[in-house]
């Protein structure tokens, strides 16, 4: 068995990295899991990441793991005028430039893409009581009465699903890799949508997320998080000087899984499948599915506070289609164009998208009224 560490520098945020470790036990594995890309000068070569492979012998350590936790907070920074006045130039607010936005879906249909946590709910310390508001359940119901709706989020499918409460909405959980359309009465035709490609992923999550329960339980504060296709190891309410502690616990679990990575959140490390799929994948997937996968008679509305994010908003600059919303009150580097700085102002931007369609459409019906 070899040992390596891989670190993953994101090329935009420079914060997310990775790691696997060649496994002792490949039977868990069928030969349809698509293995790490390791070129000879220790490159990892995938679509979006570039990963440096540092080699390391028992016990140590896989550096900057907390540095980028330290770092991955964004209310520990705290930008100069200079910094804010540059970043509301080039990232404006979604809200201002809100009839330029609209002026970009002439003629084409509105499809939005909804994150959970820290878009449509506030962050909170305990990640089972982060609730959305009902008025903000119904400006998303409202959206959907209009325009094809999706909530793609890293929790568990049935987890968000259980905070949003709406059937008619597509959802995207673990990070993208559980998808399913619209329970059965919303559904146009008979067709169901469903995507999992991580599905032989579970026996070893399952496994991972015992292993990790188990080791970090002595830390106060700590806790992992089940989310069916990834885990989520949570330190937002781990005191500072114990972050080392638990980042050396959970990289001293998944040092065995090669086909694991980790990656990060908002005080939270997620490990997840090295498989090539994230938010990204799944917004083309959701894309494909409602009929526009080549279509240039769409415009979907992403909207998003996190860095697992930034997949999706790099897929719209790709397809150099749609808006890109990022969600934060500070300078972030970010592939978005707009910005909301709070759920609330999610929220006024999701209620004037219905009252500006309610308005097109009486006008219409007015226009067709007056030709009549
Ligand atoms: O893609 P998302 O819907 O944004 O999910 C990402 C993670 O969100 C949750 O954790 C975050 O929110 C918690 C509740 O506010 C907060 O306590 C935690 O510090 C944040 O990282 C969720 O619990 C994770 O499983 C998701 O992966």
Not at 120 to 130: E, G, W
Request: aromatic residues 8%.
């Amino acid at each position: 068995m070899t040992n390596q560490s891989m670190v993953i520098s994101d090329t935009q945020s420079g914060l997310a990295m990775a790691m696997a470790v060649a496994r002792s036990d490949p039977a868990l594995f069928s030969s349809a899991v698509p293995k790490p890309l390791i070129s000879p000068n220790g490159y990892f070569s995938g679509k979006k990441v570039l990963i440096k492979l540092e080699s390391f012998g028992n016990g140590a350590r896989i550096n900057g793991l907390l540095d980028s936790m330290r770092a991955s907070s964004p209310t520990r920074r705290s930008p100069d005028s200079e910094d804010q006045n540059s970043w509301t130039l080039h990232h404006p607010s979604a809200l201002s430039m809100f009839e330029e936005i609209m002026k970009a879906s002439e003629g084409k249909q509105i499809a939005v893409f909804l994150d959970y946590d820290g878009t449509l709910s506030p962050i909170v310390d305990d990640p089972d009581r982060a609730f959305m508001t009902n008025e903000m359940r119904d400006a998303v119901k409202d959206v959907a009465k209009y325009f094809p709706t999706a909530i793609v989020s890293g929790r568990c499918r049935t987890k968000v699903y259980n905070f949003v409460k709406l059937s008619e909405l597509y959802y995207a959980g673990s990070h993208g890799m559980d998808i399913k359309g619209p329970a059965k009465g919303h559904r146009k035709g008979n067709q169901t949508v469903l995507c999992q490609p991580a599905r032989e992923f579970l026996p070893m999550i399952d496994e991972v997320y015992k292993a990790l329960t188990e080791k970090v339980k002595y830390i106060p504060g700590a806790l992992v998080e089940n989310n069916k296709f990834c885990l989520s190891v949570h330190y937002r309410c781990v005191e500072e000087k114990r972050w080392g502690e638990l980042a050396d616990e959970v990289k001293s679990v998944i040092k065995d899984y090669q086909q694991l990575r980790l990656s990060q959140g908002r005080k939270v490390l997620e490990i997840r499948p090295t498989i090539k799929w994230d938010k990204g994948d799944a917004l083309e997937f959701l894309l494909e599915s409602l009929g526009f996968a080549e279509s240039s008679n769409v415009l979907p509305v992403y909207i998003g506070d996190d860095r697992t994010d930034e997949d999706a908003f790099k897929v719209l600059r790709k397809r150099e289609q749609g808006i890109g919303i990022l969600v934060s009150k500070v300078p972030k580097e970010t592939s978005a164009s707009y910005t909301l700085q709070e759920p609330l102002e999610v929220m006024q931007f999701l209620k004037r998208l219905v009252e500006w369609k309610k308005m097109s459409l009486s006008l219409l019906r007015h226009l067709e009224s007056c030709r009549g």
